[in-house]
């Protein structure tokens, strides 16, 4: 049975070697062909031309491919335009912010100067109810608000606090000193 079989095999094994050496110098033809034909387009000898007859089955295929790079181009021309439309308004976008933050800027130093001078302002007329005799000073502040009259004894010197709260009403200088008292007591102590 043995002797049989090595026949088959040996003949296998022939057909075998045969298609390879075929398969190899396909192989090694093919290459330089490829080769020569890559160049020739490359140079222009072989031109590919627009006015050879396509197959009919292809005409369908070339028409949609054709379509889609229209619609491609229509989009990468519509994306340009978009790309600069966000770009132009980037721009103002940061024109405007650096305009909105000198003004900022300016507005931050109006209302600095503004809340100096109210402070100046206050301070000029603190200074001039202290250097009042106190008993003129206290018929003025008989007339102010309790709340009024409160700031402005907050910032004197104690001593002429103290003078003028001495000629005012009892219950004038009793409102005033209750709210000097709890300006203060809401103050977080943490």
Known sequence: MSASRKPKSVLIFAAALLLASGGVRIGVGLGPAIAFAEEQMETGEIEQSEDQPQPPEIEPLLAALQARESRVSEREVALENRIFALSAAEEEITKRLAELETAEQSLTAALSLSETANDDDIARLTAVYE?????????????MAPDFASGFLVRMRPESAAAILAGLEPQTAYSISVIIAGRNANAPTE
Do not use: G, R, V
């Open 131 to 143: 250097n009042m005799k106190p008993a003129d000073a206290a018929t003025l502040f008989e007339e």
